[in-house]
Nanobody, 126 residues
Framework: QLQLVESGGGLVQPGGSLRLSCAASGSTLDNYAIGWFRQAPGKEREGISCISNTGITKYADSVKGRFTISRDDAKNTVYLQMNSLQPADTAVYSC????????????????????WGQGTQVTVSS
């Protein structure tokens, strides 16, 4: 059974960068399109990016131009490079697999992706 584990979060100053990892076990990630989501305290989960197994990518407007999603299927890992971080980016970040195959990225809503890892905390503060 596929399990996802996120890592790479931490405390960073505004304008800084972090790279998050979504590592899979129990199955190979190249069978899935992977989405990254985040949830800030008191807010709903927000979809921010997706990458298909053919390299098609999708970004939310809130992160476009600042975040880059990539995948290394040999390492069974998807990455999220986050640059120019701002306090509004503070949240728990988690990844999930698309419910609708691997060749495309469905809309970035929670329903379209599963399962979820435990998440990794990103805090942007001076």
């Amino acid at each position: 059974q596929l399990q996802l584990v996120e890592s790479g979060g931490g405390l960073v100053q505004p304008g800084g960068s972090l790279r998050l990892s979504c590592a899979a076990s129990g199955s190979t990630l190249d069978n899935y399109a992977i989405g990254w989501f985040r949830q800030a305290p008191g807010k709903e989960r927000e979809g921010i990016s997706c990458i298909s197994n053919t390299g098609i990518t999708k970004y939310a407007d809130s992160v476009k131009g600042r975040f880059t999603i990539s995948r290394d299927d040999a390492k069974n890992t998807v990455y999220l490079q986050m640059n120019s971080l701002q306090p509004a980016d503070t949240a728990v970040y988690s990844c999930g697999t698309s419910r609708y195959g691997s060749f495309w990225c469905p809309p970035l809503t929670s329903y379209n992706y599963k399962p979820w890892g435990q998440g990794t905390q990103v805090t942007v503060s001076s």
